[in-house]
Nanobody, 115 residues
């Protein structure tokens, strides 16, 4: 069955960096686009970044452009989110997303940006 397992979250000071990973299994990873979403307390889930199946095209939310980079390693069945210059408003649970359909979500990883 499809599994998406996120890791790499944590507590970081403003201006710091984190790299999230999403290890995928149970499907042909290289055949699907992948996305990262986030959900802040009291808010809805929002798209952060998306990458095509070959990794040749990416899209970002305006709020993270120039600070976050999505990438993937199809040999390792893993998608990454490099987050630089983190801000308190980036605090959220970050989720890995796959749309076949159906839609699959990971369990999420908490990112907290605070001094």
């Amino acid at each position: 069955q499809v599994q998406l397992v996120e890791s790499g979250g944590g507590l970081v000071q403003p201006g710091g960096s984190l790299r999230l990973s999403c290890a995928a299994s149970g499907f042909r990873f290289s055949s699907y686009a992948m996305s990262w979403y986030r959900q802040a307390p009291g808010k809805g889930r929002e798209l952060v970044a998306r990458i095509t199946r070959a990794g040749d095209s990416t899209n970002y939310a305006d709020s993270v452009k120039g600070r976050f980079t999505i990438s993937r390693d199809n040999a390792k069945n893993t998608v990454y989110l490099q987050m630089n210059n983190l801000k308190p408003e980036d605090t959220a649970v970050y989720y890995c997303n796959l749309v076949m359909p159906p839609v699959y979500w990971g369990q999420g990883t908490q990112v907290t940006v605070s001094s």
